[in-house]
């Protein structure tokens, strides 16, 4: 005997999910990839406006499932056109979400956490703590936001080009919804996006990597921002339990399964921390073996931090040490700081269960004390 359905938020589900369940609830799967193009082409959330499903379907959809994105709380557009979404979640919790245009692409900034558990010293995430994943709908539901904001029609009026999961959060610590929520992406009945054109940030899960590369093709980029393990420990406490010739390795084996695949490195440039010559000469010798680029991030500061931004000298000085030894390097443009939404800068509303945000609190009242 089939289990009874319960109500069902349908952003929750993939083609082939939605199309079990359509089937469960009695229909043809086809109803599956109709009610999709509707919700993600036409960006239509109501079943009484699905012209083409019938009122008897429609009628049962009424009773099984629902449509619903996150609530926006606020949004905040930049002077160089970045656009920052806050979505409630649940229980006061609210992540954030950023879209960034620019003239040959559209990247939306995703979050996959409510917080962050990793606690990774120059991140504003970090300083709040963690609460919990997020569902498949919730992060389908943030693409969703921008798409409609945007316009975007998937095929016709693309404006959102690029997904990137760097948002709040580790996304590997929530793989199943994370992988079923880029396969939507990648959905031609979904946002229609290339699969290098979907870009996952991890902060180095070696296991998690592996699995990875065997169920998702997406691109994948690496927070690495120290060459050794002695600084990356400091900077990314997950380093003392995956250092980083067990991540290069796990780099090495993602590459190797995904033909003409290269791993972005991430590389937060802060000043008298991680940017001398000797450090880029590190690294240079550390991504010899792994197809890559590397992305230099200028740090971008928030309240309460004791980092700051490299010069722009250094930083300049740092990326030619690497291109003159062979190793493709951007330096990447610093967009929506002024509406905290540069990298590095989301910070939501978190309910904390790590009692890192009173830490942190306190680190900042102390230091405010010892300034006075």
């Known amino acids: 005997m089939d289990t009874p359905l319960t109500r069902t938020n349908l952003f929750g589900l993939d083609r082939q999910a939605l199309r079990e369940w359509f089937a469960q609830a009695g229909e043809k799967p086809y109803r599956a990839d109709q009610v999709m193009k509707w919700m993600y082409h036409r960006h239509v959330t109501e079943f009484t406006q699905m012209t083409d499903i019938g009122k008897t379907l429609c009628a049962k959809l009424q009773g099984l499932a629902e449509v619903v994105p996150p609530n926006v709380l606020f949004e905040k557009q930049s002077t160089d056109g970045t656009h920052k ?19 040959s692409r559209g990247t939306l900034c995703v979050s996959s956490q409510v917080g962050c558990g ?26 969703w936001v921008a798409a409609k904001h945007l316009g975007n029609v998937p095929h016709h009026q693309r404006k959102l080009t690029n997904v990137v999961m760097m948002g709040m959060g580790e996304p590997l610590l929530n793989f199943d919804n994370v992988v079923r929520a880029m396969s939507i992406m990648r959905d031609d009945l979904g946002f229609g996006l290339a699969n290098k054109r979907v870009t996952l ?55 190797q399964r995904r033909p003409r695949t290269t791993v972005t490195f991430e590389y937060t440039m802060m000043k008298g921390v991680n940017d001398t010559p000797e450090l880029a000469r590190q690294l240079v010798r550390l991504v010899r073996k792994v197809p890559s680029k590397i992305n230099l991030i200028p740090f971008n500061p928030f309240p309460g ?36 939404a540069a990298c590095g800068q989301l910070k939501g509303q978190v309910m904390d269960r790590t009692r890192r945000q009173a830490e942190f609190r306190k680190k900042i009242e102390e230091g405010v004390s010892n300034a006075a």
Not at 227 to 254: G, H
Not at 334 to 340: A, F, L, M, Y
Request: charged fraction near 20%; aromatic fraction near 6%.
């Open 85 to 103: 979404w806050l979505l409630g979640m649940d229980a006061g919790n609210a992540i954030e979400a950023v879209f960034i245009p620019e003239s």
């Open 201 to 255: 940030s991890t902060a180095g899960l070696v296991p998690m990597i592996d699995r990875l590369s065997e169920e998702s093709d997406v691109s994948l980029a690496v927070s690495l921002h120290a060459p050794n393990d002695e600084l990356r420990t400091q900077l990314v406490p997950l380093n003392k339990k995956y250092p980083i010739a067990q991540l290069m390795d796990a780099c090495v084996r993602y590459t």
């Open 118 to 143: 990793l606690n990774c010293q120059f991140c504003s995430t970090a300083t709040q703590g963690f609460n919990r994943n997020l569902s498949t709908a919730e992060i389908i539901g943030q693409v």
């Open 305 to 340: 931090t004791r980092f700051e931004r490299s010069d722009e000298s250094v930083i300049r000085q740092f990326q030619s040490i690497l291109i003159d030894a062979g190793v493709l390097t951007m330096v990447r443009r610093t967009r929506g700081d002024d509406i905290d």
